[in-house]
């Protein structure tokens, strides 16, 4: 009875160590913090935003084939209303080149405007298109770029009429994509085991294997087109500027944590946000040399999945609650010591 007694204690004693240490933070708080709750009407989860060249109109877009626009700048929004065959639609990915704009989403749909969104229609996708779309880039008038969820990419220079593929064999189920600015592609696994590039000219997706033994949670692309990459337990690391093919020293933003990481978006060259798990949002403001974190945020019943900057001072955080978006206050920033 004596030693289960005290194997119960020692088992209490450890899990308490345990609670406190993830509690323990010696990551600073931010001098201010810049982001502002908003209000969106609606129960479904948002997935994207995208503004057109007037910053103040923009699109939201989520499941439940959700479409909200805003015109000030991201402060109110309204529904839009489309007469889609279904509700069912789940709404991926939404982007603007001046009035142009394009929507897709799953089951396969995309939708296209030539006026800022005032009318949108559908444009009919090939039944044997491998994948979902989750991806579109507009690239100028009649020009857009779509990739689907096992890696095929597609352009079109007419207006979605016709559609030519730029890889020759998708790379399989992905768990994210994203692009670079001059058009190049990083995509994660399904499961995080490995993830793969492309660039235009390739006629391939090229495979490489995670560097450690941990699963990789998310990539992209650094401000000067390097590559950063996410894996479990809020790992972080960036890729070697001088050899492209290998990674620096991972690091932990916040080193004791129950959360993990989960986007990262640059707001300028040097400043950094990252976001996680249950509210939490980090910066640096030198490159990810140095961290800090915006406590006031913490408070936000949510995981941040997605942030985005349009410029520096144009930025908002998605969240896995339905109807959560954070907007970035540039007035409070610039008020504030850097």
């Known amino acids: 009875m004596f030693l289960i007694e005290r194997f119960w204690r ?21 001098a201010y913090n810049p982001w502002e709750i908003i209000s969106v009407p609606t129960d479904a989860k948002l997935l994207d935003i995208a503004f057109t060249d007037d910053k103040q109109h923009g699109f939201v877009v989520g499941s439940n084939a959700a479409i909200l626009e805003t015109k000030d700048g991201g402060s109110t929004w309204t529904p839009v209303k489309l007469q889609l065959d279904s ?3 789940r709404l991926n990915s939404v982007s603007f080149a001046g009035q142009e704009g394009w929507i897709v989403g799953e089951p396969a749909l995309m939708l296209h405007t030539n006026d800022e969104g005032r009318s949108w229609s559908q444009i009919p996708l090939n039944e044997k298109l491998p994948g979902s779309p989750i991806s579109i880039v507009a690239l100028g008038a009649n020009q857009a770029e779509m990739a689907t969820s096992v890696g ?9 009429k016709n559609w030519k593929a730029q890889v020759e064999e ?11 600015p001059d058009g190049k592609y990083v995509a994660v696994s399904a499961k995080g085991n490995f993830y793969s590039t492309w660039e235009p000219g390739l006629k391939a997706w090229v495979p490489h294997n995670r560097n450690s033994s941990r699963r990789v949670e998310n990539m992209g692309f650094t401000a000067s087109g390097d590559m950063w990459m996410i894996a479990r337990g809020g790992q ?17 933003p916040e080193f004791s944590t129950s959360w993990g990481l989960l986007d990262m978006a640059y707001r300028t060259p040097n400043e950094v946000w990252v976001s996680g798990g249950s509210g939490n949002l980090l910066r640096s403001p030198d490159g990810g040399k140095t961290w800090e974190k915006d406590r006031d945020v913490e408070e936000v019943p949510a ?8 410029s520096p001072d144009q930025g908002y955080v998605l969240g896995d609650r339905a109807g959560l978006l954070l907007k970035y206050q540039p007035d409070i920033a610039s008020s504030k010591p850097a």
Do not use: H
């Not at 899990?15 to 931010?30: D, F, K, R």
């Not at 998708?170 to 670079?180: C, L, W």
């Not at 995981?303 to 349009?310: E, S």
């Open 10 to 30: 020692r088992i209490f004693t450890f899990a308490i160590i345990i609670l406190v240490c993830v509690g323990c933070s010696n990551v600073p708080n931010t």
């Open 87 to 89: 509700e069912n639609y």
């Open 152 to 160: 095929a990419i597609y352009q079109t220079t007419d207006g979605g």
């Open 170 to 180: 998708a790379v399989g189920f992905v768990r994210n994509m994203k692009r670079s």
């Open 236 to 252: 972080l690391q960036f890729s070697d500027p001088e050899k492209p093919d290998e990674w620096l020293e991972a690091q932990y």
């Open 303 to 310: 995981n941040l999945f997605k942030v985005v900057f349009f």
